[in-house]
């Protein structure tokens, strides 16, 4: 598997037959060409409705190849009728596709919209949207930060147990010494076999 950052919280992961896009916004250096949908399927996931997550420019790809979209609930499309195989997903619906060769599990944010569990090619991959330790400590009273984190522990021990090959949570600066602190308990909870940071500027390019 060759996983690239795209940009901000966007991941293009390629697989043997198969491409998995993440939350495409920006794309500075080019990274998904039409080159990419030619014989292999491609997945394109997105968790939820703000500007840096979603962008409407996903939908001219259907022309390119075999692509099929699994958006959160909340996103507005433009002419709904006019993109093919598309699902609309909320807080624990499952789905497959390409007769089950890729399977998703929707689960919470502690923002908007939802996170993905995503299994194909034998791999497991957790994307998490905005699903975050929004650990705001200059702006929230002590009670709103011990309730803000207690819902994202919530969520993230659903997923403790299971095997997950590779895990993006975000990583954002603003939140200062503690922007980390989502990745730790994640680290600590999930134990994935790897984290890697997002939602956080440069990194554009990046191949793992």
Known sequence: MIITCIGHSGFLA????YNLIFDYFTDKKSLVTPDIFKDKKTCVFVSHRHYD?????????QNLGDVAYILDAGCKIPDKDKVGNITMVREGDSVELFGGAITARAYGSTDEGVSFLVEAGGYSIFHAGDL???YWENEST???????????LSIIKKLA???IDVAFIPEDPRLGRNAGRGIEHFK???APSRIIPMHFPGGDGIKY
């Open 14 to 17: 390629e697989l043997p037959g």
């Open 132 to 134: 975050n330790d929004w």
């Open 161 to 163: 147990g299971q095997k």
């Open 188 to 190: 600590k909870i999930v």
């Open 142 to 152: 002590p009670e709103e930060l011990l309730a803000d984190e207690g819902s994202y």
């Open 53 to 61: 997550h979603f962008s409407k420019k996903i939908f001219g790809w």
